[in-house]
């Protein structure tokens, strides 16, 4: 990708890694519109990209993955503009959600409102022993946009949502992860590191079938178990016919790693 692309962040290609970095530390990572935007096509270029097998997002600046949206922009909302704006972040979360690609959340210091959103849309979340995650939008005479009131339930269960969504106070890491906030705390030195190897653990596996897992998953959330089994059973089939399956098995019999083609 070439330099200086995006005003807001960055993307730098570890191959077969990805990292997306929202570069704006002095507004500690916030989420005006425009980031919104350029986030949106730095995923579209990873999705593009088959070389990329996991992408990872975190916040430039050592103080925030993303402290929440651009309260000036927020203050000059109406109604309508405010609902375009929730669609807008809406639909670039929720493509991070379908990428067909992993996106891992390395969390690192405040992840709050638009932030911890951001961090829900991921598919895993990693989060330093001194981050901070909330969605304080009720203390602003709001409601969470990008997705917070739909994925934070589904998440830590009816309850703990509300108690954060009402409450609109923070809570440390730690307690993140007991309620199943985040997947994983780390110490902060340990952090990058730490995402990078669960990165390449994830990478190394069949593209095809790391997509068809997230798909099955994804999708079958909203169904019964009955027709979460028929996803799970076309997806079973659809990769029975790759040659990256044939590769797998004869890998394995062979005892020698496979060599992904991705078809």
């Not at 270029?45 to 990872?56: E, G, N, S």
């Not at 067909?100 to 961090?119: N, R, S, T």
């Not at 997947?183 to 902060?188: G, Y």
């Amino acid at each position: 990708m070439e330099a200086g692309r995006w005003k807001n962040l960055r993307l730098d290609v570890e191959s077969p890694l990805a990292w997306v970095i929202l570069d704006r530390p002095a507004a500690l990572n916030a989420l005006n519109r425009e980031t919104i935007h350029e986030l949106g096509q730095a995923m579209e270029a990873c999705a593009a990209d088959p070389a990329i097998r996991v992408v990872l997002l975190r916040g430039a600046g050592g103080k925030a993955f993303v402290a929440g949206a651009d309260i000036r922009e927020l203050a000059e909302l109406d109604g309508e503009a405010g609902r375009q704006l929730a669609r807008e972040g809406q639909q670039v979360f929720r493509r991070i959600e379908q990428l067909g690609k992993p996106v891992i959340a390395v969390v690192d210091g405040f992840a709050l409102g638009g932030g911890c959103e951001l961090a829900m849309a991921c598919t895993l979340r990693l989060a330093s022993e001194t981050a901070k995650l909330g969605q304080p939008e009720v203390r602003l005479g709001l409601v969470p946009g990008f997705g917070g009131s739909q994925r934070l339930p589904r998440l830590v269960g009816r309850g703990a949502a509300l108690k954060l969504l009402l409450g609109g106070g923070m809570i440390p890491a730690q307690e993140a992860l007991c309620i199943g906030l985040v997947d994983e705390v780390v110490a902060t030195d340990a952090l990058t590191a730490r995402a990078r190897d669960l990165a390449l653990e994830i990478a190394a596996n069949a593209p095809i079938a790391v997509a068809r897992t997230l798909e099955a998953v994804d999708r079958g959330l909203d169904v019964s178990l009955d027709a979460g089994m028929e996803l799970e059973a076309e997806a079973f089939g659809a990769c029975s016919a790759t040659a990256d399956k044939q590769e797998g098995t004869r890998a394995f019999l062979e005892k020698r790693a496979p060599r992904w083609t991705g078809r």
